[in-house]
């Protein structure tokens, strides 16, 4: 089993956009790995091109008894993305012994590995969002699934290997291909089918004196940035480290909102709703990507506004109504 590529969770929401940016590069010999359980996910795959699929856990056996050869990047997006899942065990494995074993693999075979980190790292900000790999152990995530992602990080840089991997801390992505996410699909997505369904978005009240009702932050990527930066780093092979991947700037929920409505030619009307009990101490009320470091290795495009991201999904929305 060979590819140039391998994409791991490559039927997922930044998986599948990234297999198409490589498509539109004209690359076909992509190993797409994922799990596609029996959900809708499936659907993310419809119009690639790639040349194989293997279940996660092949995948993983594969890697065990060394039976992949001639690969050249692995864009390792494979994880459990739910903020809200319990299972610290599954989190355990999936998210950072699956991880540990790929680098470990990559490494082992000279094979550029570029790895998806997570803003949830950060927990509630209170230590900064500033990219340095020194200041790791001041993070504090909140709940499993960013400690799952910080526990790779840490162990990757104990070991010294940020100057041989890259890994990128994702923020807010939007976008194309997230339906399947079910209720960790973005809040455009979910605004979108609330204004069809009743005309109002509903917006989670602040529990915070100096946050008003919407008024809690965000940095919201769209996912062609997010793929973007990934495909960047896969290419700048003397290039390592971990990185923010966000647009650098936070808006608010509400910005958000009548971003939608504004896409959908619709007058705002935003309803705000009470915090379930079981996340509002684990609730991010400010984030922002510092990107200097991300500029400072040469990555030299722009990033889309929220208006002009939101624009662009809502037409396709309309166009595929998922």
């Known amino acids: ?23 539109e590069r004209g690359e076909r010999d992509i190993l797409v790995v994922d799990h596609l359980g029996a959900n809708e996910k499936w659907n993310n795959l ?5 040349s194989d699929f293997i279940d996660k856990d092949d995948f993983r056996f594969a890697l065990r008894h060394d039976a992949l050869q ?6 390792h997006l494979g994880a459990c993305s739910s903020t809200t899942e319990l299972r610290a065990d599954y989190l355990m494995d999936n998210n950072y012994r699956y991880t540990r074993e790929l680098c470990e693999w990559c490494l082992q075979n000279d094979i550029r590995f570029v790895y998806a980190s997570s803003a949830a790292t950060y927990g509630d900000g209170s230590a900064g969002f500033e990219d340095n ?8 995530p909140l709940n499993m699934y960013g400690f799952s992602k910080h526990l790779f990080d840490l162990w990757a840089h104990r070991q010294g290997l940020f100057d041989r991997i890259a890994g990128l801390k994702f923020f807010n992505v939007y976008g194309p291909r997230e339906a399947h996410k079910g209720d960790m699909r973005s809040v455009v997505h979910k605004a979108w089918g609330q204004i069809l369904d009743t005309g109002v ?8 004196p100096d946050f008003a009702d919407g008024e809690q932050r965000r940095d919201f990527l769209y996912v062609r940035d997010a793929v973007r930066v990934l495909l960047f780093l896969a290419d700048e092979t003397r290039v390592g480290g971990l990185y ?5 700037e ?3 929920w509400n910005d958000l909102a009548r971003a939608v409505f504004t896409a959908m030619g619709r007058e705002p009307r935003i309803e705000y709703i009470e915090m379930p009990e079981a996340i509002r ?14 500029r400072q290795i040469g990555y030299p495009e722009a990033f889309t506004s929220l208006e002009d991201g939101v624009a662009e999904y809502v037409r396709w929305l309309e166009e595929e109504k998922v």
Do not use: P
Not at 46 to 50: I, M, Q, R, S
């Open 46 to 50: 419809v119009g690639l091109e790639f």
């Open 1 to 23: 089993m060979s590819a140039k590529y391998i994409v791991t969770g490559g039927a997922g929401f930044i998986g599948s956009n990234t297999v198409a940016a490589l498509n």
């Open 133 to 140: 790999e020194d200041t790791l152990l001041a993070l504090r």
């Open 70 to 75: 001639r690969v050249d990047v692995v864009i």
């Open 244 to 248: 923010n991947c966000g647009t650098g």
């Open 281 to 294: 101490g684990k609730y991010q009320y400010d984030t922002r990507a510092d990107i200097m470091r991300l």
């Open 201 to 208: 978005v509903k917006l989670f009240r602040s529990y915070r």
């Open 250 to 252: 936070s808006r608010t």
